[in-house]
């Protein structure tokens, strides 16, 4: 859960250091906030059922992998 504050500034800062014009920053930028999405769902998903979990992890390798192929 701490992914909500760092992965967030993160990326700002390194937008805000290229100037929002590498194309390459952005993409990584997109990449790290699609995994940290794929991470608040596997985090979200333990809450609601009260165990620990979460997504499987094919589910996971899946979503990541379907993540970074869209770039």
Not at 8 to 24: H, L, Q, R, T, Y
Not at 27 to 53: C, P, Q, R
Request: net charge negative; hydrophobic share 55%; proline share 1%.
């Amino acid at each position: 859960m701490g992914g909500l504050l760092f992965v967030p500034i993160g990326v700002i800062i390194a937008e805000v250091i290229v100037g929002f014009s590498s194309i390459e920053v952005s993409a990584v930028a997109v990449a790290t906030l699609s995994f940290a999405a794929i991470g608040l769902l596997d985090d979200s998903l333990s809450l609601i059922n009260k165990h620990n979990g979460g997504l499987s992890s094919w589910t996971r390798i899946l979503l990541e992998v379907s993540a970074v192929s869209c770039l």
